[in-house]
């Protein structure tokens, strides 16, 4: 009864801790997706085109499992938050206001949820994206 019970304790253990591995490497790889769509952003330099990489990123990861769905959470709440606080201190209109970072938040949201990206695509945007 006792070596029984000893397995079953194991396994429920080391079940919880390959979940807690699983989640930590697929918030891995949804980080590392993301960071992918905001280089290609900075790289396409196209005007229009950030909601795409906002829904692309956050589309990416979540392709990932439940780790991947919380890390692009995560960072781009983390982003509209620093975007907001830095837009204190910048002289005149930066284009980041409170309606683009609710569009921002639409998009992310939209990729997370599995929605095509494309949806965002602006026209002209090059193929490699």
Not at 25 to 51: C, L, V
């Amino acid at each position: 009864m006792k070596l029984f019970t000893g397995l079953i304790l194991c396994s429920l253990v080391l079940g919880v801790h390959s979940q807690w591995f699983s989640f930590l490497g697929e918030a891995y790889e949804g980080a590392k997706d993301m960071w992918r769509a905001y280089s290609d952003m900075k790289e396409a330099g196209y005007k229009g085109a950030d909601k795409y990489f906002h829904a692309r990123g956050n589309y990416d990861a979540a392709q990932r499992g439940p780790g991947g769905v919380w890390a692009a959470e995560v960072i781009s709440d983390a982003r509209e938050d620093i975007q907001r606080v830095t837009d204190l201190f910048k002289p005149g209109d930066s284009g980041h206001g409170r309606e683009d970072s609710e569009a921002d938040q639409f998009a992310n949201r939209w990729g997370r949820s599995g929605k095509d990206p494309n949806y965002f695509r602006p026209p002209g945007l090059p193929d490699k994206y």
